[in-house]
């Protein structure tokens, strides 16, 4: 089906208090996993395109894969755009067909990204796109440790890992959240349709470990009344029991991602989660044909490995089984297609 804008799914789920996942389109096998996964799981999902995809794959091919992988979809598809770094860029995503935009105005002073974050608005709702737009900022791991502290880091027991983060990024990880005082204004003043909310996330982690903080999302939820989007979610803890068995232990005002769904988040992002489980299941495929000459068969059991990760997400944030019909029939309509 043709592409649909992200407006269109996440009123929906914040109505219904579930959240949309959002993928990154960093490859075909990547597109293909994620939309094999919302088909299997008859989820709606959003592919997105990151400053490193439109780097690595340039932002025209990048959007025919996903727009050409997503006609041929039996599921609703929006193709947004990640951390938008300017107003050209966001109207060159927006001449190119992209159905949903994202201007990230954090490192810039809070006029500033107000004054970018209104015009893009004004363009996109011009012709009925939405717009996300970021307050307070996300960071990312190789803020706080280089690759060396990272895999000593990583070589310990979980509970370690968030102790020792608390101690190392805590503090300014805090001091970068979205100050919900400020929200109102920033949403009445840009016109935003979604807010990307600094709430405790890291972009970037190594594994699922992080916490949320509950009362942030809440005062800020309750200050817009927007769908809020979670960033960085790959390093975010997912459920009680996942922090029970990992020793991990989360302060009242910390919540799981599970949790943060549940209290107002209506999109998720995971990238290096995806990414990580695609190299793991072809790194194992390599380790056991190590003569094979056919890049696809190796390819392949790394696509699998993300596409069952994004369905455990799916089915995580509630949004499996939110569109009519089966995986058995969209594949026998696309049978009969051919
Ligand atoms: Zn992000």
Not at 62 to 89: N, R, W, Y
Not at 160 to 173: D, N, Y
Not at 265 to 273: E, L, P, S
Request: aromatic share 4%; net charge negative.
């Amino acid at each position: 089906m043709p592409l649909v804008t992200s407006k269109e799914l996440l009123l929906d789920a914040q109505k219904q208090g579930y959240a949309v996942g959002a993928f990154n389109a960093n490859n075909l096998e990547c597109i293909k996993a994620v939309i094999e996964a919302a088909e299997e799981e008859r989820a709606p999902v959003i592919l997105q395109i990151s400053q490193g995809a439109i780097k690595y794959a340039g932002l025209r091919m990048a959007t025919t894969m996903v727009k050409t992988i997503a006609d041929e979809a039996s599921v609703p598809v929006v193709l947004h755009l990640d951390h938008g770094t300017s107003f050209l860029q966001n109207v060159q995503c927006l001449h190119v067909g992209f159905t949903s935009l994202m201007y990230d105005g954090s490192a810039e002073p809070l006029d500033t990204n107000i004054e970018t974050s209104a015009k893009i608005v004004e363009i996109a709702h011009a012709v009925g796109l939405p717009v996300e737009a970021e307050l307070g900022k996300i960071p990312k791991i190789e803020d706080y440790v280089d690759a060396k502290q990272a895999d000593e880091l990583r070589a310990k027991p979980a509970s370690e890992q968030v102790s020792e983060l608390r101690k190392i990024a805590g503090a300014s990880v805090e001091k970068l959240m979205a100050d919900p005082s400020q929200a109102e204004h920033f949403v009445k003043s840009t016109g935003i349709d979604f807010l990307a909310a600094a709430v405790g996330s890291i972009h970037g982690m190594w594994a699922d470990i992080w916490p949320l903080r509950r009362d942030r999302i809440e005062e800020l939820r309750n200050a817009t009344n927007l769908p809020l989007v979670c960033h960085g979610s790959s390093g975010v803890i997912r459920t009680r029991a996942d922090a029970e068995a990992k020793g991990i232990e989360l302060a009242p005002n910390e919540c799981t991602l599970e949790e943060a769904v549940k209290i107002g988040i209506c999109k998720v992002n995971v990238a290096t989660a995806v990414s990580m489980a695609f190299l793991k299941g072809a790194w194992e495929a390599w380790q056991t044909r190590r003569t094979e000459k056919d890049m696809r068969k190796i390819l392949l059991p790394g696509l699998q490995s993300a596409k069952e990760l994004i369905r455990g997400y799916m089915r995580l944030f509630g949004s499996s089984g939110r569109v009519a019909g089966s995986a058995a029939v969209a594949a026998s309509e696309v049978k009969h297609a051919e």
